[in-house]
């Protein structure tokens, strides 16, 4: 239940039914005249450390500054966490965790 409707944006909206990720949106950018057709998309979430999972859900985790290269336009513009901040409890974030590494046997 958590997975497909955690209070604000389910993770079934972004990460798909199999949690496998999908493309969420292509939009296209315009810098000095050039444009630039960029995508977001999801990651895989089946296989992901229970550390990594915590820090992705962590509201106050900031993102590495990275530097990019001047045609690097659309991996500069969707770089970092796009994750939303959801306040979910330890036993919420347990319970998804939980889930996605076992959601197989309950189909």
Known sequence: MLYKNPRGISCVKCHGTDA???KIVTFTHIKNKIEYRCTIESKDITNISYKKFLLKLDPN???????FKKNEVCKKLTYGNSMPTYF???DELNSIYFYLKNKEKYK
């Open 20 to 22: 496998r990720g999908k």
């Open 88 to 90: 979910l409890t330890n």
């Open 61 to 67: 985790h900031k993102k590495d500054k990275k530097e």
